[in-house]
């Protein structure tokens, strides 16, 4: 596995991006920035298009190619660092929602269970077709956890976030 440092703007060293070690040159000899967008971070480049043009690029974009139109390049782990090609695949929308973090105004700890103030049961509950759906009620948190792992398996399959809070 190799390495690229991304800067900030100031030149300080802001974070490291890891990829497959045949990928090094593909990338290696150009400026990587790192960029946050919301809680992810990317290595960004800015690449020439003549004219005197510049073209941001994001290093998994340009490892991967670009994504057809409708399509995302999801980072499996959820870490926009981890540029491996293990860790990239091509999605449509829904299913780069399904692989998200939890929310940060969620008080459970866990996205798709909430405590029912009225009964004092935790809520499992999922979205399927736009709509949330009640999985169930539960005397326990973990409980309520495992139906909606059960259920995110069974509904997304491989781009589950299941277990990763």
Known sequence: MAEIPCYRRDGSLAAVAYLDDEDYC???GRPWYAYANGR???AQTSVGRGAGKQRVLSMHAMLVGPAP???Y???IDGDGLNNRRSNLRIVDRYQNQWNRRR????RSGRTGVSLESRSGKYV???CRQRKNRIIGRFSTFDEAVAAREAAEREAHGPFTAAGRA
């Not at 929310?103 to 969620?106: E, I, L």
């Open 40 to 42: 992810t971070t990317y």
């Open 26 to 28: 593909r990338v290696a």
């Open 73 to 75: 390049i999801d980072h």
């Open 69 to 71: 139109k409708g399509y």
């Open 103 to 106: 929310a940060v105004n969620n």
């Open 124 to 126: 499992a509950y999922i």
